[in-house]
């Protein structure tokens, strides 16, 4: 194995974790996991409204029922899911889901209900019928009724919020996979704001669904870092403007409305399609040339081959090509590429 592929190796496994690390946090937020506990903690004082007369017929096991009766730290509505509950509170189908350790596809493959649906609507929009109910709280029940009765009677209210965070992690690592492109773009822009920001530069989002703006708050950077993928990119105080999209990922634009620079972002970490990668930067290169020719074009890519890197050097699309690995690792490449885009905002500044 020669030493340029061990370090293409090591590079991938490098971008590959820091990626996953923080699309793990975002995540996490975006669950809403940590507040699952705390609707439930709230309905603790009114939980002598929830009759536990049917708990055969909801998949109760009698002994797991018995031991939670006698377990002076858990109450009924923390383990067992009761058909009342998720008619009033739909968000808890996540909860109960996850403390019986069944991922989404595990839900959808054993009774035919597409969780997710309901998961991610956090309007409530999409409703579960009596039916649909009856059939998820059975399932639940039976995968904690089945792990309380294995534990011998030593379940605990620790081991409960273990569950919630071991089944909320498998459904993340899951997702992860299919997300790693989708992660370093949404770095990328996280990165663009916070820099915009401590130039004292941003003074507001752009929807991504057209209806308006955000104005920026500081005491809301971390929310609206949490949720860049619902804007459409960032109005500057000097005019000009900083658009997210998909060819290109990342557009700079003047106070007149041109094209000074756009950016193409390619986090994915497999060698094999590094020249497919650059393929696809090269594409939005020479359309965005066509229309501005005079536009800068910014190639930031991870895990580039000695034959894709070749192929950069030579091309005659490309301004400037930053290793993203290198940018988030190193704070001398992360400062040349802030600062090659901040001045090309930098230079409308000035009539």
């Excluded at 109760?60 to 923390?78: G, K, T």
Aim: hydrophobic share 40%; charged share 20%.
């Amino acid at each position: 194995m020669t030493q340029a592929h061990n370090q293409l190796l090591i590079e991938t496994h490098q971008i590959n974790y820091r990626l996953r690390s923080s699309f793990f946090y975002r995540k996490i937020k975006e669950l809403n996991i940590l507040t699952l506990p705390s609707i439930i903690a709230n309905l603790l004082p009114l939980s002598h409204l929830y009759n536990w007369d049917q708990h055969a017929h909801w998949g109760i096991s009698e002994d797991a029922f018995m031991y939670i009766s006698n377990y002076q730290d858990l109450q009924y509505i923390q383990v067992f899911c009761h058909p009342k509950l998720l008619r009033e509170y739909p968000a808890l189908l996540s909860y109960y889901r996850n403390i019986s350790a069944l991922s989404q596809k595990a839900a959808n493959y054993l009774i035919g209900i597409n969780v997710a649906r309901y998961e991610n609507d956090l309007d409530n929009k999409n409703t579960l019928n009596e039916k649909q109910i009856e059939l998820l709280v059975k399932l639940f029940n039976e995968h904690i009724s089945l792990i309380i009765d294995s534990s011998i009677e030593t379940f605990t209210k620790e081991e409960l919020y273990g569950l919630l965070l071991a089944s909320t992690g498998a459904q993340i690592d899951g997702a992860w996979r299919n997300a790693i492109g989708e992660e370093a773009e949404q770095v990328v822009q996280r990165l663009l704001v916070k820099e915009a920001v401590k130039r004292d530069l941003l003074l507001a989002f752009i929807l991504k669904d057209g209806t308006g703006i955000e104005t920026f708050e500081q005491a809301r950077l971390e929310d609206l870092l949490r949720s860049i993928a619902k804007y459409r990119g960032l109005m500057l105080s000097n005019q000009t403007s900083i658009l997210f999209a998909k060819e290109p990922d990342i557009a700079l634009v003047s106070k007149q409305g041109t094209t000074l620079g756009i950016v193409e972002v390619k986090g994915g970490t497999d060698p094999a399609g590094a020249l497919e990668r650059y393929g696809a930067a090269k594409k939005s290169f020479e359309d965005t040339l066509r229309i501005s020719p005079t536009a800068k074009t910014i190639l930031l890519a991870s895990c580039i081959t000695t034959e894709a890197l070749t192929r950069i050097r030579q091309d005659q699309t490309i301004s400037l090509y930053f290793n993203l690995t290198e940018v988030l690792h190193e704070e001398e490449k992360y400062n040349e590429l802030i600062s090659y885009i901040f001045s090309l905002l930098n230079e409308q500044s000035t009539p």
